[in-house]
């Protein structure tokens, strides 16, 4: 006779804790969803951002005018640019943005360490480019702290004269 009160104990308290344990790996389960939903969100996000700033660049490209010299609150210089100019100007205005966006995607994890080598590599094509140096020393200043230091070092190897 001891042994059913015992036995039904311990099978209670073997039942009362494989409960806690599926309880909590639902909570662990249901916490890494809300985190993949935030990245995802945040990934959305900043899509949305950078497609306002391209319809802000391509209405610059549109108007003949200098998207930095806006920017800056120098709108007098825009008259020191041939359309070509600024049309090229506007475009590395823009390539800056996918660029940001690209690291952003990469750095989320919401890209492929191939595709991103790939990104890097036309990164250093677009956004390096030494007639434009004002764009540089300006975009550079307002990407984040690890895509700077990225760009940085590849100035570093490609510097300009």
Known sequence: MPIWPRTTLSFASITNFLGVVGVIASLIFVGLE?????KIALAEQMNNR???LMSI??????A??????????EPEKDQFFSSAEKGARN?????W???????FQYNSGFMTEDL???KLGATEKDLLKCEHIDI??????????????????????????
């Open 91 to 95: 475009m590395l205005n823009a390539q």
């Open 64 to 73: 003949d005018l200098d998207f930095f010299s806006a920017m800056i609150n």
């Open 34 to 38: 809300l985190r993949q939903s935030q």
């Open 50 to 52: 950078v497609n306002v």
């Open 136 to 161: 540089f020393e300006w975009r550079i200043s307002l990407v984040e702290e690890e895509f700077r230091q990225i760009l940085q070092e590849m100035r570093a190897t490609n510097p300009c004269d």
């Open 57 to 62: 660049v391509n209405s610059y490209i549109e």
């Open 116 to 118: 991103w080598e790939a």
């Open 97 to 103: 943005t996918l660029h940001e966006n690209d690291y």
